[in-house]
């Protein structure tokens, strides 16, 4: 019987943007043609190699573990060379793993494996000598160096001793056909044996024009560039008959593929999880340690309790009780820990968390079910009480159900990198990598690309694509989208191109294209990584990268560490630093969690800028709830999410006593009394488990995750348990499986009342500073959000609303952050200079130290001599637009003339300073003379604000609108700041009317020759993005005028969780206000006033409004009614606010 035929030249889809085998699909295509074993040779990686071996093994399919590595000559000018990698063992593995990440990790942008590390490194792998295109050996025969060739192949046999295969390829190219026949020479005069493989890229030969369509947006070429990568139709996954045929002549050729695989007897198999070993102070053991630790630490806290409560049911509570209750859960959970084997997971983490508090690193109070921890509470891995709040342990770490602890920890983002590096400096740099996750072509972003890799219309792609809906968090699949859109059936029924194009798209949908790492994860190894896994690098960050992603790396033994940057927190900390300067220490664990002042606030809707409570839909429900108890914003914190969001106004009902409170069971109440009988919490679960049926928390947890994932097998056992169990409660049968259905149907919306209680204390935290420290909290959101205008102008609004002043930047009073000050009435908000448009804020952080160390800068000169010596143009040009240099008591139009005079005098300055070998920002002695300025009147208001528009991203000291506000009400206005709340939740089109300044434009043209505009227009409030068709561009053209005044209708809607704003009428401001306006009343105290008014009526011509003269003549009053109508513009307004004699003018509404 002759031997199978193995493919030993495999691309899965890890081989990024150029493989089309997915591991899954290429398993089962293998299982069914009957082969007993397959290897995987990405390019370079091995991203795939435990995905595959488990797959490989559970179809019955020997895996074998391999790769497609490039290689380099002992001489240095020759250009690397391909060979494939098999391994056929531990040690081959290990070895493979350690070459590829130290070439990967070297940070050349072609990374190859010396021959020096491969003579190293060799043990315990069998090497194939490479294809015709790119072959260690082949190459150079294609290229005529027979001499290269040959000392290369001696070279790989000296360094794989019978471990040696010359490869033979026949995907019928003219390279290899041209260099076969010396190949096959040199494997004879050497002895070396000759192996037959199918370079596989995809599944079959109809997959070959896909392909191509794959490599191009890899390169991102068309199929039109003459020097794009192109392969054969010949690299699929051909069968054996179809190998053996193509070989024919070579027999053993085929029949080596099976010695190979009998060669090969590895596979990546799961491990336990492998912990760094932590080196206890006293050298104690790590479970004697962690107790040690967890009873000093849960004193601390009862002591903090004891001593300052932060809430008043602990007053209710016996101390001798409170510790009795403390210190026997704190045993139990130390029990599980140490017997899970998981004492060196917690001190770990407590150990890094610890460290960021020593350093004032701001560290969240708890994320997901780790808040449910007494032992976390008691090392300081978190900051929430578990017993006060009802969390369960069980919910973290089950004892009934082996699996990894897990805390996620959130850290101030600006400093998340300190923690990390601390933790590489302990542990070693080897043994700390990032987890690699990787990015698929979903069906929008399929068409996208393959239509521009076709050469299609931008236009005509775009459309197709949103024709396909969106739904980010299940993705909707092209041959989903054909079943249910007609829209998009018909256009693939009607044209031959976007048939092709539909068709092409689903042959690369779902495709692996790139990669990036884990928004948090950190894998920490007890050893070299590479030893462990394959590793890569990440160019933006100097930590390696697992090759395995984050469910491999986990299988491969690997634990999993979360660091989580969290703006608010960072926001926390720079609050209490701004309270801190008026000498007020405040520590956000000292913050009480009842203050009748901060509910109130919240009852108000008064959210702006706090942690998950600041959606305009979230402050409608806090308006309705009027929260009076901490277990309120707990609540609200689960319930605000699709599914358990229709039980909100159940919840508020019921706290108001408009509707009764209901049990399932009397037994309930106790579980669900806190939420008013509506089940909330994945813990609820738990709980009604354990009061009804008698389950234990653990097994209460693998019942409520059975009910989440809804598996029959689980659910019909679990019933009987749960029906059984209740029993002895006299609940009967039918009653029983009544409640098993409710609790059922609940469990999959359920929420983790740990990651709820964690984040509404953090919610907590920012009302009560929003509420007491208002200024302090305001000014660092601003910070926070320093580069993001939408939002500051936001901020701003809250702050007109909390009757805090803001501030103009100043070079001798801001920061470069966002700073509070006192004034004569209260406070302000100084406005930060790293807040100016381009001028950066290490350079601002920079001139500011300058100020702080040599004094307030006296004048224009001494500020271009100690501060402006490393501006150019643009940044003094936003300073003073922004009035930022307003100090120095020169207009803003007369410094901005002599822009080249004051950077010619700090570049003079800045010449001395270093022919003087001083600091740059040092006062420079002997430099007196003064700059010459040509006094300019200031710009006209409109001209000052559209500058501080340009510098500030926004208009600060006033607004354009300002002067129209009295007149907008009969348009039915809305702001930018309302657009959400009039939205609501709803997903409909809503009609708006706007009024505002026009900021930007950008007119295009379709595909179709329709003209069409993006618009950009500014309110007091923010930024307001509109676009225009056609039909409404073509009228409202003339009236788009950058920095004058618009009125807009439009429709708004939400789309793909976006805001999208379609116009339907476009008027200049005054005409829309003049629509709704009978005419204008002038209250006049002296008739010399007379003459001004009647030259503006000359100017402004005839309309259709009336005008009203009121003579206020000591204490009587005189109307005179002009004859005639007249248009009276805004323009008319503000020149007759002008005159001398005018008191006031005011419109008459329709």
Known sequence: MSLPFIHLRVHSSYSLAEGMLPIK???????????????????FNSYGALEFSEAALKSGVQPIIGAQVMIRDDTADEP?????????????????????????????????????DLRQHAAGLIALTGGAKHGFVAAPLAENRADLAKRRLASLMMIFPNRLYVEIQRHHTERETAIEPQLLDMAYDNNIPIVATNDCYFGGKGDADAHNVLLCISESKTLFHDDRRHETDEHYFKSEREMKTLFSDLPEAIENTAHIARRCAFAVKKKKPLLPPFATPDGSDEKDWLRNLSHKGCENRLEQIRTNTGHAAYAAIDPATMTETYTARLNLELDIITQMGFAGYFLIVADFINWAKEQNIPVGPGRGSGAGSLVGYALG????????????????????????????????????EEVISYVQQKYGGDRVAQIITFGSLQARAALRDAGRVLGMPYGQVDRIAKLVPSNPAKPVKLSEALKTERDLKAAVESDQDVQNLVNISKQIEGLLRHWSTHAAGLVIGDRPL????????????????????????????????????????????QAIDLIKRKGIDLALNDIPLECEETF???????????????????????????????????????????????????????????????????????????????????????????????????????????MGKKIEAEMIAQRGEFVSGAAANDINETLAGQIFDQISAFAGYGFNKSHAAAYALIAWQTAWLKRHYTAEFLAALMTMDIGNTDKLAIFRQDCHHYDLAMLAPCVNHSEAIFTVETLAGGQGIRYGLGAIRNVGFDLMKSLVDERIQHGRFTSLEDFASRGAVNLNRRMLENLIKAGALDDFGHTRSTMFDAVDRILSFAQMARKEAETAQDNLFNSVEGVTLDIPLEHKPEWASKEKLTFEMEALGLYLSAHPLDEYMDQLKPLNITFASQINEKLNDTTEAVTLHFAGLLYAKQIRTSQNNNRFAFMQMTDPTGM????????????????????????????????????????????????????KTMGMVVHVMDAAAFSGIASGLTRDGEGRQKLLLKMHVQTHQVILKLPGSYKLSQGFRQHVKSLDGVVSVENIFL
């Not at 699909?25 to 390019?43: F, H, N, V, W, Y």
């Open 25 to 43: 699909p290429l398993i089962e295509k293998a299982a069914k043609m009957g082969q007993p074993a397959l290897a995987l040779t990405d390019s």
């Open 381 to 416: 891995i978190t900051d929430l009480d578990p017993i006060r709040w009802g969390l369960l342990f069980e919910r973290f770490l089950n004892p009934e159900r082996i699996s990894m602890p897990d805390f996620d920890i959130d850290f101030c983002r600006d400093r998340r």
């Open 80 to 116: 690397s060379g391909e060979i494939v990698l098999l391994v056929q063992n531990e040690d081959g593995w290990m070895n493979l793993s350690v070459m590829m990440s130290r070439a990967l990790l070297s940070g050349e942008h072609d990374p190859f494996i010396p021959l020096a």
């Open 600 to 706: 109130a606030m919240l009852g108000e809707g008064e959210a702006v800028g706090l942690f998950q409570l600041e959606s305009s839909g979230m402050r409608e429900v806090l308006k309705g709830l009027k929260p009076d108890r901490f277990e309120d914003i707990i609540a609200v914190v689960a319930l605000y999410r699709p599914g358990p969001m229709e039980n909100i106004p159940k919840y508020i009902a019921r706290k108001h006593g408009r509707e009764d409170v209901e049990y399932m069971h009397p037994l309930l109440e106790s579980v669900l009394e806190e939420t008013y009988g509506i089940m909330i919490y994945q813990e609820q679960v738990q709980r009604a488990a354990q009061v009804l049926s008698g389950y234990s928390l653990g097994k209460a947890d693998i019942l409520r995750r059975a």
């Open 530 to 573: 590479a030893e462990l896994v394959p590793l890569t690098r990440d160019p933006a960050s100097e930590l390696p990268v697992t090759q395995f992603n984050m469910k491999s790396v986990e299988d491969a033994g690997l634990v999993k560490f979360d660091f989580l940057g969290l703006k608010t927190l960072t926001v926390l900390q």
């Open 1024 to 1075: 307001i993005d509109i676009t225009l068709f056609s039909d409404v561009l073509a009228n409202a053209e003339e009236y788009l005028i950058e920095n004058e005044p618009i009125y807009i209708k439009a429709d708004a809607r939400r789309e793909d969780d976006r805001l999208k704003l379609l116009a339907r009428e476009v008027l200049p401001l005054d005409d829309a206000i003049n629509t």
